[in-house]
């Protein structure tokens, strides 16, 4: 069943007198997630596409949050489901989702988005809403459909340490532990020279920075704010080496401390995890700047190629495998790569040579994470365009199979490399073709040529048989063998 929460609003006295929409200017939009029922959403969606004839995109965004491996892998098979049944691929990250959703829905023109009920629920009167809610309330003037059976899915119960934190390493405890070493430490300095507590309080403040800028996600900052109130409250109010004091105003200090020391790791936290996420993306984006940049230059298929696998080499990591085809077929593999790397010694066995050309013969993507060949190390993608298929591009799984949002990436760079590749095919017809006409006109000018100066003393020969046959009687033996 099909809900569809639209919003309007009306004006009072106001008569409505819009007519429906073509079906050409529909644009609808479905939103990816690694949930097992998103991928009824997408059908529902393309049904929709389909039957309205409209444009269909697919848009997933990406936040900090850490996935399964299992919620990627369904992800994966989510985002291929999608591109499968026609839908363009959009790839974003974020931590405001209904924002990123609504920001591209103003720019693309969307009218209606397929989303599925989330299966969160508001708790009391001031808990947080719902994915749902918030996109319904920053996209007004969009139709949203919502499937709500979502709400068959129980997310499976997760032991979490605090804030959802991942453990900590050795390193990151070790540098949370030298560092409000340290803050003790001028903390007995100030406290010799007579300095103020509140310059100790804000040394104590600047230890948890220093924490969250220096380790990797929540749970150490936390403890480190924690920790700097009982080592500050131990040591360094009266009487020390214990935790009872004599000063009335020290629990107002210590509570102060502790949420200005929470605020100050978690603001920090996160605006490292923004700048990864930035990072990473201006990252991949200058990689798909300088890949077109590259390929316009690339004058051969061999230039092409060798562009296209360098780069997804410097995107991705590892080590790339490549096939071009040849006169007898495919050629034999090539192995590029930035750097020399452990993975790529099985790379070009006979094993993985049979996975690339069952892709080069049918054209799909074949190998690691799918059903043809599925235990081989990389994934092979063909490069095609339309009908044509010039080569097999292979991307290995290990030592870690890239993100979605990699995936895309790699995705319009294998793009990118069919188009310039079909370019210059087209290019190569268009000048055979050009030598082609070029060599007729040739033919044609010399055939004239030639019948030109054959024509001319036929007519004069022509001119003086007549005469003889003609006229004969009347010349006399002399022009008659001047004739002949």
């Not at 393309?46 to 850490?66: C, G, N, R």
């Not at 051969?300 to 080590?319: K, P």
């Not at 077929?329 to 050309?357: H, V």
Request: with cysteine; aromatic share 6%.
């Amino acid at each position: 069943m099909l809900y569809n929460e639209t919003k309007k609003a009306v004006k009072p006295m106001q008569i409505q007198t819009e007519q429906p929409k073509n079906g050409a200017d529909e644009h609808i939009l479905v939103c990816l997630s690694s949930s097992p029922s998103n991928a009824r959403i997408i059908h529902t969606a393309a049904k929709m596409a389909k039957v309205l004839h409209a444009k269909f995109t697919a848009i997933y965004v990406q936040t900090d949050s850490v996935e399964s491996e299992k919620n990627r892998l369904r992800l994966e098979q989510n985002i291929q489901l999608a591109q499968g049944l026609g839908a363009e691929i959009i790839m974003t990250h974020g931590e405001d989702v209904p924002l990123q959703i609504s920001e591209y829905v103003r720019l693309s023109d969307v009218t209606k988005i397929v989303i599925g009920q989330s299966s969160a629920r508001r708790r009391g009167l001031f808990g947080k809403p719902t994915l749902t809610e918030k996109l319904i309330s920053v996209a007004p003037n969009v139709d949203i459909h919502i499937i709500p059976d979502a709400l068959n899915y129980v997310r499976p119960h997760r032991r979490r340490l605090l804030f959802g934190a991942e453990t900590p390493s050795l390193r990151d405890i070790g540098v949370t532990v030298l560092s409000l070493a340290v803050c003790t430490a001028i903390g007995f300095l100030f406290d010799h020279l007579d300095f103020p507590d509140t310059n100790i309080v804000t040394v104590y403040i600047l230890g948890v920075l220093m924490v969250s800028v220096l380790t990797k996600g929540y749970l150490c900052s936390m403890a480190g704010s924690l920790l700097s109130v009982v080592l500050f409250g131990f040591f360094l109010t009266e009487p020390q080496l214990s935790f009872k004091t004599y000063a009335v105003g020290y629990p107002v200090t210590f509570a102060v401390m502790l949420v200005a020391s929470v605020l100050t790791g978690t603001l920090a936290s996160k605006l490292k995890d923004h700048a990864r996420l930035s990072a990473r993306s201006a990252f991949r984006t200058q990689v798909l700047f300088d890949t077109d940049r590259l390929l316009q230059k690339a004058k051969s298929n061999d230039d092409i190629l060798s562009v296209t696998c360098m780069q997804l080499s410097r995107l991705l990591d590892r080590s790339i495998v490549a096939y071009t085809k040849s006169e007898n077929g495919m050629s034999t593999g090539r192995l590029f790569a930035e750097k020399k790397y452990t993975y790529s010694e099985n790379l070009l066995n006979d094993a993985e040579q049979k996975a690339a050309e069952w892709a080069f013969q049918n054209g799909r993507r074949t190998g690691a994470t799918t059903a043809q060949f599925g235990k081989s190390e990389c994934l092979y993608l063909a490069i095609r365009a339309g009908d044509r298929v010039y080569g097999v591009i292979g991307i290995p799984m290990r030592p870690e199979k890239p993100d979605s949002f990699e995936n895309s990436i790699v995705l319009s760079v294998v793009n990118e490399c069919a188009l310039a590749m079909d370019n210059t095919h087209n290019a190569a017809e268009k000048e055979r073709a050009a030598d082609l006409a070029k060599s007729e006109q040739l033919r044609a000018d010399l055939l004239r040529s030639i019948s030109h100066d054959l024509r001319t003393p036929l007519c004069s020969i022509s001119g003086n048989a007549d005469t003889l046959l003609h006229n004969g009687n009347c010349l006399d033996e002399t022009t008659k063998q001047q004739i002949y």
